[in-house]
């Protein structure tokens, strides 16, 4: 049974799959995390390396990093989750 965002409600939405255990290994997350961290530092480099908005870079590589998993089919689109 995949992992919900609440275990009380058997219709709340499976968690991320990218973060399932039950669907991916460690290894998975952990390459994903890495994708991320490496877009995100090039995004830091073409901004001209600002301080202070590191979260702001990260959410946007894991917007491109997760966009391109769910087109090329690694991810399933959030609705069909």
């Known amino acids: ?4 965002k609440n275990m009380q409600d058997p219709l709340s ?9 039950e669907t991916r290994g460690p290894d998975d997350v ?7 961290r490496l877009r995100a530092f090039e995004i830091w480099e073409q901004d001209g390396m600002p301080e202070g908005r590191h979260e702001e870079h ?11 998993s769910i087109a090329s089919g690694a991810l399933p689109p959030a609705d069909e989750r």
């Open 13 to 21: 939405k499976p968690l991320d799959p990218a973060f399932d255990p």
């Open 1 to 4: 049974m995949p992992i919900t």
């Open 30 to 36: 952990a390459d994903l995390t890495e994708r991320i």
């Open 58 to 68: 990260w959410l946007r590589a894991e917007r491109e990093i997760r966009g391109d």
